[in-house]
């Protein structure tokens, strides 16, 4: 018997081992094994059983990792479409389908010392009064960690050593698992009666579900607050009554406690119970690992979780959820740069899974499938209980300034809301995308602006820590009292453009009786921080909330009547083809917080261009209009969805050197796809971000409606194109990113 396995070492190749008799029974497609490789021995994954082998010699395997395969063969096909697309390793992406904390060697289960109650079937012996307390804690638990015990009792473990001699109670070791959510209680919810429209979506979902139906891909357009969730409920209910297990992605920023909560306290009890794993980077490698086993036994039948999530090993798979479809975060910025919905889509095809892509805002390419057949599109265009969307009122800052004679934060108007909200015991969320005190540290005699010597970017100031700070690469430097330049040394240098910081300074000045809060990356240290926060938002005991994108979406909080876009331009003129969607997609999912209880919500948008079509479209919650205005731009000019991106990214520290370098790839790139129709390649250029921790970049596009096969020559060229030793070429296909 030999084995075809994939090392971790990244060689684009497969090596045969010979499977030793005793191992035969444990070694399967998608086991983990360690195999000597050269001198040393290391950790791999099988790929293929062989009956032979054409190579000779070969070596035995060492040893298999675990009691089951850990990769599934549909899993394992699935990463060899993501190494073959998006032109990486298959080792790469074998990594990217199974967390590091199940990779290692050892299993990392982690046992504890349990006790286990045995109550004598006649007298109780004679105890003390402390042995008794804590006897009557274990007959009460049965079964609890010792750790547990002492810290409910106060006693030592001396105690109850006394129970075990006197036959009580056995202490022995046994696997505890890590849950995030161990602490907390679920109360079991119950099915919402649906309206008219959220029926209708249901019952197309739960029809693709039957046995013997095509599973289609369905794209559920539906505004914010128009119910999505409770879709998303019953239609897992209904796989889960076929017998089958579901995924639930979400976007990392929206896992909130709020989504956790309803999907495990619809699902902790009732015939349909199950448990409800979570996946996502804020978990200890412990958790991580725990989890991921409830689902490969069989035991967590419903994952939700962010982007990796799409990996998770359930079988047999029912339904995909991917809530916020449109969100930029699916797609992973390190190789395997694989989309995540993208991938939702192919596995759901490939398993026969029905697939939901949800979304108040789809993205183009999405809602463009849609338009053409390839996706049916589902629509949920009003709020549940017949709220209404809020009011939306955009105010010209440009105006503003002029009035002033400068620019202030707020705007008379949005001001007078704030105030005229915060009398009613309302509450409010102010929304600016941008972290920090200053955008940036400026000299007014000598124009001096502060830049990381690292990157193309201005440092932004934090006052709290008097810092200027790097947001790409992390440097920190002590912010001057006077002009660095030592021909100026001006001492009036003044910090220009604003952050949260600055925002929540300046409310607590206008304020001060309001209870404000920030929620930035900032001011959550610790992974306890973002659930503290949001649920001492939503006990009343913050007034305004103030935040980043971090905030925009997944929130559901009914006393929120007022929401206030601090600068609603931010993203507008960033040098990316996308820029315009992913304002009007920010505008529309943060308006959609305000107005979702009794009280109908309002909206302040500031902004310096208040008549772009972006502002406008989302000012009128109107989704059609500006995908009608959008795809016809990107038709002139052949931009997704009419089109894919590779767009190919050459670095080094030496400039002249990235140069040089980039224009031969072009030309090779030009012999390569010699006589190829309806292909763009544009560049090569300075990336947007010339230069990145200490890194210049320069990139180039292609545009093509044959991806597959244009990722195939790029995968060859990948292999074959000499680079200098300190240049290196990173291809990433439909980048979310152009920066």
Request: glycine fraction near 6%.
């Amino acid at each position: 018997m030999v084995a075809r396995v994939t090392l971790e070492i990244a060689l684009r190749k497969e090596f045969d081992y010979h499977v030793p008799g005793e191992l035969e029974a444990q070694v399967q497609v998608g086991s983990r094994v360690k195999v000597p490789f050269g001198t040393r021995q290391v950790m791999g994954c099988v790929t293929a059983i062989l009956s032979d082998s054409p190579q000779t010699n070969l070596r035995p395997i060492t040893k298999v990792v675990g009691q089951q395969s850990l990769i599934t063969p549909r899993v394992l096909e699935l990463a060899r479409w993501i190494a073959d697309y998006y032109c990486c390793p298959v080792e790469t992406a074998l990594k990217s389908v199974l967390p590091e904390a199940v990779r290692r060697e050892d299993e990392g289960w982690r046992e504890r010392l349990f006790v286990r109650a045995h109550p004598p079937t006649g007298e109780l012996p004679k105890l003390s009064k402390r042995q008794a307390e804590v006897w009557n804690v274990i007959e009460e638990w049965r079964d609890i960690s010792l750790q547990e015990l002492l810290r409910l009792t106060g006693s030592t473990a001396e105690t109850v050593r006394r129970l075990e001699d006197k036959g009580l109670v056995t202490i022995a070791p046994q696997v505890s698992e890590r849950d995030p959510y161990a602490h907390e209680r679920f109360l079991p919810s119950t099915a919402l009666e649906l309206n008219a429209e959220q029926s209708r979506a249901l019952a197309a979902i739960t029809a693709a579900m039957a046995p013997g139906a095509k599973a289609g891909t369905f794209l559920l357009h539906g505004v914010t607050g128009s119910g999505k969730t409770e879709v998303y409920l019953q239609a897992l209910s209904r796989c889960l009554e076929l017998g089958r297990g579901a995924i639930v992605l979400v976007p990392e920023i929206s896992l909130t406690p709020q989504t956790v909560e309803r999907f495990k306290s619809r699902f902790c009890a009732g015939p349909l119970r199950t448990l409800v794993a979570v996946l996502h980077s804020h978990l200890s490698a412990g958790e991580r690992h725990d989890e991921w086993h409830k689902i490969r036994q069989g035991r967590a039948r419903i994952v939700i979780g962010a982007r990796s999530a799409i990996f998770a090993p359930v079988e047999p798979l029912g339904l995909i959820i991917v809530d916020e479809e449109h969100e930029h975060s699916y797609k992973q910025e390190e190789a395997p740069r694989y989309h995540a919905r993208d991938v939702a889509v192919l596995r759901g095809q490939r398993e026969g899974a029905v697939v939901v892509l949800g979304s108040a805002t789809p993205s183009m390419e999405s809602y463009f499938n849609a338009k053409q057949g390839k996706y049916t599109l589902l629509e949920l265009p009003t709020r549940v209980d017949d709220q209404k969307m809020p009011l939306v009122r955009v105010v010209d800052l440009r105006a503003e300034a002029q009035k002033d004679k400068g620019m202030a934060i707020f705007s008379p108007r949005l001001r007078d809301a704030i105030q005229s909200r915060l009398e009613k015991r309302e509450q409010v969320i102010l929304f600016l995308n941008r972290r920090g005190y200053s955008t940036s540290l400026q000299c007014p005699l000598c124009g001096y602006v502060a830049g990381c010597p690292n990157c193309s970017i201005a440092l932004t100031f934090h006052r709290a820590r008097k810092r200027l700070c790097c947001h790409i690469c992390g440097y920190e430097a002590t912010a001057p009292e006077r002009c660095p330049d030592p021909k100026c040394r001006h001492p009036a240098i003044r910090y220009a453009g604003i952050g949260t910081q600055r925002v929540e300074e300046t409310l607590a000045k206008l304020f001060p009786h309001a209870r404000i809060q920030r929620m930035d990356s900032d001011v959550l240290q610790r992974k306890e921080d973002y659930r503290r926060i949001l649920g001492d938002f939503r006990a009343g005991k913050i007034d305004i909330l103030v935040g980043t994108q971090m905030i925009a979406k997944g929130l559901h909080f009914p006393n929120v009547t007022l929401v206030g876009i601090i600068h609603a331009d931010m993203g507008l003129h960033v040098p990316d083809f996308r820029a315009g969607e992913r304002t009007f997609q920010l505008l529309t999912q943060v308006a959609g917080r305000a107005g979702r209880g009794d009280v109908e919500g309002e909206v302040v948008v500031q902004s310096f261009t208040p008549f772009h079509p972006a502002i406008q479209y989302a000012r009128r919650h109107d989704f059609v209009g500006f995908y009608e205005q959008e795809i016809e731009f990107r038709a002139q000019l052949q931009y997704p969805p009419h089109t894919r991106v590779a767009l190919l990214t050459l670095k080094g520290r030496n400039e002249d050197k990235v140069k040089f370098t980039v224009e031969h790839l072009r030309r090779e790139l030009e012999r390569r796809l010699a006589g190829w129709k309806n292909l763009i390649l544009a560049g090569p250029g300075p990336a947007p971000l010339l230069r990145a921790e200490t890194f210049y970049r320069y990139q180039i596009m292609l545009r093509t409606r044959q991806m597959p096969r244009l990722s195939r020559e790029l995968n060859q060229l990948q292999q074959e194109f000499a680079l200098p030793d300190d240049l290196t070429l990173t291809i990433d296909v439909d980048p979310a990113n152009l920066a």
